[in-house]
């Protein structure tokens, strides 16, 4: 069996086990009664989760996997779609292993969804990539029950690909009768002042509530935006568009890094809900 080593345990998050759980239930407390559990009673086809250290941005991150949890819906298989920050890889690629390691045990990947998408696989683009790594203790941590991923990094972040991507990932879907979830994954404005960080994030986050890929495609190329993910977001807003009839998405929470160690050239973090109405 081929095993993914975590590659950022002890770097973006504690890389023992119950340090890592005491980090994400401190962070869970301090965010619970601002969680909006109503959201569960939907029918969630994903959301946009930041993937920075767990001590800046998973006060994000829990509003998102906490309402997951309170689903009435179980997931079999998880998709995790992020960017690739290395030099490793080219385009679009699935993850050649078994299973990933993290402090919290192994989880296996769905080898029968990924046989169906017509991408090629890669040991070494996911090796030392974080933005994919990092949303599995959060899922190990919230998630009670057993559940497969479907690793997917994006080198080349346009929306041909995007959309691309979302239409292979529909098809498979309905080929394989499993209950599916996506996570895109993505930070948002980087090593900026906080308040123009904020206006900067509003060109994108404006086109996500509005379910328009093309338009944040343009805009992150017109004004140089530094959303690392934005690929990953346009692949869940065509999928979204195409799995519902009426898909809905809406921001769970912002904030940035300075509020965690004051600084004036912060990175942005927002987490945010696509479901059915």
Same mark, same amino acid.
């Given at each position: 069996?081929?095993?993914?080593?975590?590659?950022?345990?002890?770097?973006?998050?504690?890389?023992?086990?119950?340090?890592?759980?005491?980090?994400?239930?401190?962070i869970?407390?301090?965010?619970?009664?601002?969680?909006?559990?109503?959201?569960?009673?939907? /029918? @969630?086809?994903?959301?946009?989760?930041?993937? %920075?250290?767990?001590? &800046? $941005?998973? #006060?994000?991150?829990?509003?998102?996997?906490?309402?997951?949890?309170?689903?009435?819906?179980?997931?079999?298989?998880?998709?995790?779609?992020?960017?690739?920050?290395?030099?490793?890889?080219?385009?679009?690629?699935?993850?050649?292993?078994?299973?990933?390691?993290?402090?919290?045990?192994?989880?296996?990947l769905?080898?029968?969804?990924?046989?169906?998408?017509?991408?090629?696989?890669?040991?070494?683009?996911?090796?030392?990539?974080?933005?994919?790594?990092?949303?599995?203790?959060?899922?190990?941590?919230?998630?009670?029950?057993?559940?497969?991923?479907?690793?997917?990094?994006?080198?080349?972040?346009?929306?041909?690909?995007?959309?691309?991507?979302?239409?292979?990932?529909?098809?498979?879907?309905? /080929? @394989?009768?499993?209950n599916?979830?996506?996570? %895109?994954?993505?930070? &948002? $404005?980087? #090593?900026?002042?906080?308040?123009?960080?904020?206006?900067?994030?509003?060109?994108?986050?404006?086109?996500?509530?509005?379910?328009?890929?093309?338009?944040?495609?343009?805009?992150?190329?017109?004004?140089?935006?530094?959303?690392?993910?934005?690929?990953?977001?346009?692949?869940?807003?065509?999928?979204?568009?195409?799995i519902?009839?009426?898909?809905?998405?809406?921001?769970?929470?912002?904030?940035?890094?300075?509020?965690i160690?004051?600084?004036?050239?912060?990175?942005d973090?927002?987490s945010?809900?696509?479901?059915?109405?």
């Amino acid at each position: 069996m081929k095993i993914r080593k975590p590659a950022v345990a002890g770097k973006f998050y504690p890389e023992e086990k119950n340090e890592l759980k005491k980090l994400i239930n401190s962070i869970y407390l301090k965010e619970k009664n601002n969680i909006d559990l109503s959201l569960s009673k939907h /029918k @969630i086809i994903g959301g946009i989760v930041p993937h %920075a250290g767990y001590m &800046f $941005s998973a #006060y994000e991150a829990v509003h998102f996997f906490d309402i997951i949890k309170k689903s009435s819906l179980q997931y079999d298989t998880i998709i995790i779609i992020n960017p690739n920050h290395s030099s490793y890889g080219y385009n679009t690629e699935l993850d050649s292993n078994d299973c990933w390691e993290t402090p919290l045990g192994n989880v296996s990947l769905d080898t029968e969804f990924m046989s169906q998408l017509p991408f090629s696989t890669s040991t070494e683009t996911h090796r030392y990539e974080h933005s994919g790594e990092v949303m599995l203790p959060l899922l190990q941590y919230f998630l009670d029950y057993d559940f497969k991923i479907v690793p997917i990094t994006m080198s080349y972040q346009n929306y041909e690909n995007a959309k691309l991507l979302a239409e292979e990932i529909y098809k498979a879907c309905f /080929k @394989i009768e499993k209950n599916f979830l996506i996570i %895109a994954s993505s930070d &948002f $404005s980087h #090593y900026v002042e906080p308040e123009y960080g904020k206006c900067l994030d509003n060109f994108v986050l404006d086109n996500i509530l509005n379910l328009d890929a093309c338009a944040i495609n343009n805009v992150v190329r017109k004004k140089h935006l530094s959303v690392c993910g934005y690929g990953p977001i346009m692949a869940l807003i065509e999928f979204s568009k195409l799995i519902s009839d009426n898909p809905h998405t809406k921001i769970l929470r912002r904030g940035n890094s300075g509020e965690i160690i004051p600084s004036q050239e912060v990175v942005d973090y927002v987490s945010m809900l696509f479901y059915e109405h």
